[in-house]
């Protein structure tokens, strides 16, 4: 019971850090949550902005990311690879998504290793979808994917379709669709970003 007595510092921050919020602190506790605020300020814990209190919400553990250092001429090769990739064909206005959306499974499956082997990105973190034309067929189309990048159909989900665009060779070059490669993280999207502006200085 902590409602008459002192709130330790250690407690107080292991909860905090761990992605709980001052009412979620407070109801563990038994306590108020003004007596929260009051200890918070007392032992001066920086407080988390909303959009921070939601990242350790969804990585409990920590970044399910870690950049590899100390790379071997091979992985130097593929991190700029992946970067790249990213500068050429990925999303670049959000600041939470990592996108890459393609109809050639060579650069979806590139972008997949350098994310895995330079970032050590958590493969559960990754995500697929699939646009394609009205007059293709959805399950080929799945089929294909799933086949070129050795994952699971059901990673797809509903497959979207759009009306044809032009005639001749682009909708043969597209018959199994665009594929996106999703991934949500705010630091890792920000690491990637600051690599591209590394590269426009050289």
């Not at 107080?12 to 602190?25: F, Q, R, V």
């Not at 814990?45 to 990242?55: C, F, I, L, P």
């Amino acid at each position: 019971m902590y409602n008459n007595s002192v709130v330790s510092k250690s407690r107080l921050t292991e909860l905090y850090n761990s992605g709980h919020s001052m009412a979620e602190i407070a109801k563990t506790l038994n306590c108020s949550q003004n007596k929260i605020v009051y200890w918070m300020n007392k032992y001066q814990v920086k407080k988390r902005s909303r959009r921070e209190a939601t990242y350790v919400k969804r990585n409990p553990n920590g970044d399910p990311f870690l950049i590899k250092e100390d790379l071997t001429k091979e992985e130097m090769f593929l991190l700029g690879l992946g970067i790249g990739i990213y500068w050429g064909k990925g999303e670049k206005v959000s600041v939470n998504a990592i996108r890459v959306a393609n109809t050639d499974p060579n650069i979806i499956k590139t972008f997949i290793k350098f994310l895995l082997e330079i970032c050590q990105l958590e493969r559960r973190k990754l995500s697929y979808s699939i646009v394609c034309f009205n007059d293709s067929d959805p399950d080929e189309a799945k089929i294909h994917w799933a086949e070129k990048l050795r994952i699971s159909e059901e990673k797809f989900g509903r497959i979207v379709q759009i009306p044809t665009q032009g005639k001749g060779s682009y909708k043969r070059k597209s018959q199994f669709g665009v594929c996106t490669l999703a991934v949500s993280n705010p630091k890792l999207k920000s690491w990637i970003m600051e690599q591209i502006k590394k590269a426009w200085i050289v």
